[in-house]
């Protein structure tokens, strides 16, 4: 035990630190955040900026027709386009299908449609009437460009050659009023470049992410040490756990995880120290168990080696009794074991459960007549049952056992079958002490013992009722017990007949033939 501890205590000592922490982890997710963030706003912000603000340019200017279209009968048509030139900053001109002006508006400086030639507005309407009534044109203004001017001449932060260029545009509208009447639309915008917005933004977008950075690294290590302190201190108290100290305590604070986390690891260390606990009385009460068997065996065969005529049946009847003691504890340790790790298969097949009580019930003739016991076993009728025949003996054995050790007085156990609802329960009946309400719920336990003065059973090793109950579990059966301080326990178990029973793990379904099981007489 003390090499395991050890060796348990290195492997805690060499846990490999090359892991990243929460608050590193959680900086990182925070700056893959920030960074996708930062990436959307420099797409929107910077790369398509310019195409986002003609998308833009473009839709007004479109509307801004729509809504002069709607009103091209309304007298005071006028009002209403100097109102839109000016809220959009458009130059319009409304005219006839023969050139005559109808209204006009003009609000920039170098407006195209009101320095155009006939000639020009004449391409433009043809245009349209090709193109289903509307044509949009958009014109590189590089006449204002300065050929002289060349920024690789000068030093330092200066405009870029094309700086102050605007690219213009001209939409045309073909519209009809209600006196059928068709006009023509001219509306002419101007896309101001966007080099110096985008110059701010860039700058503003950087100073963004360092300090979106460094927020970051502040609420990553806020969070991490709110999250990972009592993970830490959970962490730490565990490993005090794995060596063995069960009083160690977990705080539950902290997140809801983490004291769930807590409470369920407090509860675990209380019952790993029941079990710590029942472990050692186990092994004391199987040590006692040992121990008596094989004093007297030894104490009988010195006397029937060192003193004459002291080799007779009797001390060879009592050595070999003993031996059957050991043979039953160790058989018991066995088959706790292999139930408990679930290696041990059960063999269901069709069993008169009847017929194995009164068998199991032939091995205690001696008792009865020796010891003045009363085991009495009432019932109606045979129950057939699917289970494995030798387990289902051996629970019928222990509990049997168990009310033999128990029993009151009086020496009487008693034995009953029932059949109701498609189901045979079997009571066994003690007339003993009784055992404590607050107590019932722990006698299945393994190494639990009710008797803390180790009351050595008539018969068996102490270990039935674990027996018990991990046979019963493979069968799917039904099982419990009754007691009453001062009155006794009756123990009990339910299995299915075959007639009404589901078939259980590799157990055949039953031919219609064998599902009535035959009714018996009562025995005592």
């Given at each position: 035990?003390?090499g395991?501890v050890?060796?348990l205590?290195?492997?805690?000592q060499?846990v490999?630190r090359?892991?990243?922490?929460?608050?590193?982890?959680?900086?990182?997710?925070l700056?893959?955040?920030?960074?996708?963030?930062?990436?959307?706003l420099?797409l929107?912000?910077?790369?398509?900026?310019e195409?986002?603000?003609?998308?833009?340019?473009?839709?007004?200017?479109?509307?801004?027709?729509?809504?002069?279209?709607?009103n091209?009968?309304?007298?005071?048509?006028?009002t209403?386009?100097?109102?839109?030139?000016?809220?959009?900053?458009?130059?319009i001109?409304?005219?006839?299908?023969?050139g005559?002006?109808?209204?006009?508006?003009?609000?920039?400086?170098?407006?195209?449609?009101?320095k155009?030639?006939?000639?020009?507005?004449?391409?433009?309407?043809?245009k349209?009437?090709q193109?289903?009534?509307?044509?949009l044109?958009?014109?590189?203004?590089s006449?204002?460009r300065?050929?002289?001017?060349?920024?690789?001449?000068?030093?330092?932060?200066?405009?870029?050659?094309d700086?102050?260029?605007m690219?213009?545009m001209?939409?045309?509208?073909?519209?009809?009023?209600q006196?059928?009447?068709?006009?023509?639309v001219?509306l002419n915008?101007t896309?101001s470049?966007?080099?110096a917005?985008?110059s701010?933004?860039?700058?503003?977008?950087?100073?963004?992410?360092?300090?979106?950075?460094v927020?970051?690294?502040?609420?990553?290590?806020?969070?991490?040490?709110?999250?990972?302190?009592?993970?830490?201190?959970?962490?730490?108290?565990a490993k005090?756990?794995?060596?063995?100290?069960?009083?160690?305590?977990?705080?539950?604070?902290?997140?809801?995880?983490?004291?769930?986390?807590?409470?369920?690891?407090n509860y675990a260390?209380v019952?790993?120290?029941k079990v710590?606990?029942?472990?050692?009385?186990?092994?004391a009460?199987?040590?006692?168990?040992?121990?008596t068997?094989?004093?007297?065996?030894?104490?009988?065969?010195?006397?029937?080696?060192?003193?004459?005529?002291?080799?007779?049946?009797?001390?060879?009847?009592?050595?070999?009794d003993?031996?059957?003691?050991?043979?039953?504890?160790?058989n018991?340790?066995?088959d706790?074991?292999?139930?408990?790790?679930g290696?041990?298969?059960?063999?269901?097949?069709?069993?008169?459960l009847?017929?194995?009580?009164q068998?199991?019930?032939g091995?205690y003739?001696?008792?009865?007549?020796?010891?003045?016991?009363?085991?009495?076993?009432?019932?109606?009728?045979?129950?057939?049952?699917?289970?494995?025949?030798?387990?289902?003996?051996?629970?019928?054995y222990?509990?049997?056992?168990n009310?033999?050790?128990?029993?009151?007085?009086?020496?009487?156990?008693?034995v009953?079958?029932?059949?109701k609802?498609g189901?045979?329960?079997?009571?066994?009946?003690?007339?003993?002490e009784?055992?404590?309400?607050?107590k019932?719920?722990?006698?299945?336990?393994?190494?639990?013992?009710v008797?803390?003065?180790?009351?050595r059973?008539?018969?068996?090793?102490?270990?039935?009722?674990?027996?018990?109950?991990?046979?019963?579990?493979?069968?799917?059966?039904?099982?419990?017990?009754?007691?009453t301080?001062?009155?006794?326990?009756?123990?009990?178990f339910?299995?299915?007949?075959?007639?009404?029973?589901?078939?259980?793990?590799?157990?055949?379904?039953?031919?219609?033939?064998?599902?009535n099981?035959?009714e018996?007489?009562?025995s005592?």
């Open positions: 035990m003390k395991n050890e060796k205590k290195t492997r805690l060499n490999p090359g892991k990243i922490s929460v608050k590193w982890k959680l900086f990182m997710y700056a893959i955040f920030i960074g996708v963030i930062l990436a959307i420099w929107f912000q910077v790369v398509f900026l195409d986002f603000y003609k998308l833009i340019k473009i839709n007004q200017i479109k509307s801004a027709s729509e809504t002069i279209a709607r091209i009968d309304n007298e005071d048509l006028q209403l386009v100097t109102r839109i030139a000016q809220s959009n900053e458009v130059c001109i409304i005219t006839d299908n023969q005559n002006q109808v209204c006009t508006a003009d609000v920039l400086p170098d407006c195209i449609i009101h155009m030639p006939d000639r020009q507005w004449e391409g433009f309407y043809e349209a009437i193109n289903d009534g509307t044509y044109e958009r014109f590189n203004r006449v204002f300065n050929n002289r001017y060349d920024n690789r001449m000068f030093e330092g932060v200066v405009p870029p050659r700086d102050g260029m690219e213009s001209v939409y045309t509208r073909l519209t009809a009023g006196d059928g009447i068709q006009y023509v001219l915008s896309i470049p966007v080099s917005t985008v701010a933004i860039r700058v503003q977008i950087l100073l963004i992410t360092a300090v979106l950075l927020l970051a690294l502040i609420l990553a290590i806020i969070i991490s040490r709110r999250i990972s302190a009592p993970i830490v201190k959970i962490n730490q108290a005090v756990l794995a060596t063995g100290k069960y009083d160690v305590h977990f705080e539950s604070s902290g997140y809801r995880e983490i004291a769930e986390l807590a409470d369920t690891l260390a019952e790993l120290s710590e606990g029942l472990r050692r009385e186990l092994i009460n199987i040590s006692h168990d040992l121990r068997p094989l004093t007297m065996i030894t104490g009988y065969a010195e006397v029937m080696r060192d003193l004459p005529g002291e080799n007779t049946p009797e001390n060879v009847q009592i050595i070999i003993e031996a059957k003691r050991l043979t039953s504890l160790v018991d340790v066995l706790l074991s292999k139930l408990q790790s290696s041990q298969k059960m063999n269901f097949e069709r069993l008169d009847t017929a194995t009580i068998q199991t019930m091995r003739q001696k008792l009865t007549q020796q010891d003045g016991y009363q085991i009495r076993f009432f019932h109606e009728g045979n129950a057939v049952v699917a289970a494995d025949e030798l387990r289902i003996s051996q629970v019928i222990n509990l049997i056992n009310a033999i050790t128990y029993t009151g007085p009086d020496k009487t156990v008693t009953t079958q029932t059949i609802d189901w045979v329960t079997v009571e066994v009946t003690d007339t003993g009784g055992i404590e309400p607050d019932l719920p722990l006698i299945w336990d393994r190494y639990y013992k008797d803390k003065e180790h009351k059973a008539q018969m068996g090793a102490g270990l039935g009722l674990s027996i018990v109950r991990s046979v019963l579990e493979m069968h799917h059966a039904r099982y419990g017990v009754q007691s301080v001062g009155k006794g326990s009756t123990f009990w339910s299995l299915p007949l075959v007639g009404e029973a589901k078939r259980l793990p590799g157990q055949e379904e039953l031919p219609e033939s064998e599902k099981p035959d018996g007489e009562q005592s």
